[in-house]
């Protein structure tokens, strides 16, 4: 039985939400939380974010939540926002704005004996 939490179209780049899901890829969702209070990164708030609301989603369906793990943690990208911006010489360059999609799944371990 799994539980997962999806957040569509987040305004950061997904190498950059990349570089904190590898982080607690794998973890027990309580430690998961806690690393992600001390990573000083603004993905690290989203992210945040998307476990509470998968671990919110695995208590509903019933789980376990002192034996959750994040099982599959990852940053697809979304739609890019595209602006012109005038530079020197009556030249025009396009920012990127990147957007990306952040899932995460949490399964319950079973306990071995």
């Known amino acids: 039985m799994e539980a997962r939490a999806i957040l569509r179209y987040a305004r950061i780049s997904p190498l950059k939400a990349r570089q904190v899901l590898r982080i607690i890829q794998g973890m027990k969702a309580g430690d998961a939380l806690y690393q992600l209070k001390f990573i000083p990164k603004k993905a690290a708030r989203i992210v945040e974010g998307v476990l509470k609301s998968a671990i919110a989603n695995a208590e ?3 789980l376990d939540l002192d034996s959750l793990y994040i099982k599959k943690a990852v940053a697809e990208d979304g739609p890019m926002y595209k ?9 025009a360059t396009m920012v990127r ?3 990306s999609h952040i899932t995460i799944v949490l399964e319950e371990r079973k306990e071995e004996d």
């Open 60 to 62: 509903q369906k019933g």
């Open 83 to 91: 602006k012109w911006i005038p530079r020197a010489h009556g030249r």
């Open 97 to 99: 704005k990147r957007t």
